[in-house]
């Protein structure tokens, strides 16, 4: 980040369209309806710095901050067959899919890299709330098998971090037989002896808890994070009674065992590093021994070389996205 993309931009942005305004320089905090400015939202993970809220973070905004230096490595993702149902609702699937792509700058709901946190190498895997709810389709499962299968090629941990709406829709029953395969994906880690770590986060629900978001040898949630196969209010309006306080958040559920352990965001890298190095048999790292995670200035001169090439290469997938 620099000065540029923090504060020039939304402040030109802001001259030229004023609906622009709250979205480029200020966040709203969903709980608690502090104006936060964005770069101190985004220097402290997306977690509100009054209430400590989490709020959602793109998959890649995650592995810029949670691998050493920032660095990792994509992994590729088979290609499914677009809309095999040809899908149509208020709008054409393939529409919406086009759109998911262009607000995201990404191609699909999961991302599969591998890398290194605190020296411990890993495959990882994240799914983008942002992109059409994080809805598992066939991609995901995709994903989630490719994942595995780097996993087991270079004997590396998998950690996956969910966030999903559940299955998604628009594939019928195409998207709920990515429960059975990504099932098998995580048998194959099982197989091979390599820990699979599932960090839930807000929300993680439907099919995507009922198969691999619940198969992992330890189970992490953030702090507030719902997670469930059927939401709240569909069962308080099925069984007509008032559920309980909390009721299937994080919290709530680490007390009624479903959980591990439930993480701040800001810890979760260390912790992830602690219980992969003992699950791994690896010495533990010396807290201080760890190469901190992206560095400010190899970024700043990253984002000012982009910031000059930006208005040749607006597609640049790797160029960072309007702030
Ligand atoms: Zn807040």
Request: with cysteine.
């Amino acid at each position: 980040m620099n000065w540029i993309t923090n504060y020039v931009r939304p402040t030109i942005n802001s001259i030229f369209s004023r609906r622009e305004v709250p979205e480029n320089l200020w966040s709203k905090c969903d709980e608690c309806g502090t104006m936060l400015f964005h770069r101190e939202l985004t220097d402290n993970l997306n977690v509100c710095t009054n209430c400590n809220h989490h709020m959602a973070i793109t998959p890649r905004a995650r592995f810029k901050a949670l691998f050493d230096a920032g660095i990792f490595t994509e992994v590729k993702v088979p290609e499914p067959l677009t809309d095999p149902l040809s899908f149509r609702d208020q709008k054409k699937y393939t529409d919406r899919i086009k759109d998911a792509r262009k607000v995201t700058s990404e191609k699909e709901a999961m991302l599969v890299v591998e890398g290194e946190i605190g020296r411990t190498p890993i495959v990882a895997a994240g799914q983008d709330f942002s992109f059409m709810a994080g809805s598992m389709g066939m991609y995901v499962g995709n994903a989630i098998i490719a994942a595995a299968e780097r996993a087991v090629t270079l004997k590396r941990p998998l950690v996956l971090f969910s966030a999903a709406g559940g299955a998604r829709m628009q594939e019928g029953i195409l998207s709920l037989m990515q429960m059975p395969r990504t099932t098998v994906a995580v048998q194959m880690l099982k197989e091979a002896g390599l820990p699979y770590i599932v960090v839930l986060t807000h929300p993680t629900t439907g099919g995507v808890t009922a198969s691999y978001a619940m198969l992992g040898d330890v189970h992490i949630a953030e702090p507030g994070a719902l997670i469930c196969f059927a939401g709240p209010r569909v069962i308080e309006q099925t069984i007509r009674e008032k559920l309980p306080e909390g009721f299937q958040r994080a919290e709530y559920l680490l007390d009624h065992g479903m959980l591990d352990r439930v993480t701040p965001r800001g810890k979760l890298r260390d912790e992830l590093v602690t219980i992969i190095r003992m699950l791994t048999h690896q010495p533990p790292a010396v807290s201080g021994d760890l190469p901190a995670p992206a560095p400010e200035e190899a970024e700043e001169s990253a984002a000012t070389a982009v910031e000059s090439a930006s208005d040749k290469a607006p597609q640049d997938s790797k160029a960072p996205k309007k702030k």
